[in-house]
């Protein structure tokens, strides 16, 4: 299983888990875990998502998700799960 983590941060609006879910649909991206809060009008997403299924490579998903993300006034980095896990281990 290839895992990426996502995050999307930025000021909360109606329609931002709408939007990055249907981008993941779209490209066969299963979403295995999903938490977001909301905290003084800014929201926080972290996802942990399946690629496997996807024929797009991960710079290509990324930089569409980062589109993504200019287009609806959020911030949304994908990372692939090891280099995520060697950039937070202590």
């Known amino acids: 299983m290839k895992k990426t983590i996502i995050t999307v941060v930025g000021k909360d609006t ?15 991206i299963n979403i295995l875990d999903i938490s977001q809060t909301i905290v003084s009008d800014f929201f926080n997403m972290m996802m942990v998502v399946d690629t496997n299924a996807s024929v797009k ?3 290509k998903m990324a930089d569409e998700m980062d589109a993504l993300g200019k287009e609806i006034g959020v911030i949304i980095k994908c990372q692939k799960e ?3 896990d060697m950039m937070h281990r202590i």
């Open 14 to 28: 109606v329609g931002i888990i709408a939007k990055v879910c249907t981008y993941l649909a779209e490209n066969k």
């Open 57 to 59: 490579t991960h710079g």
């Open 82 to 84: 090891e280099i995520f």
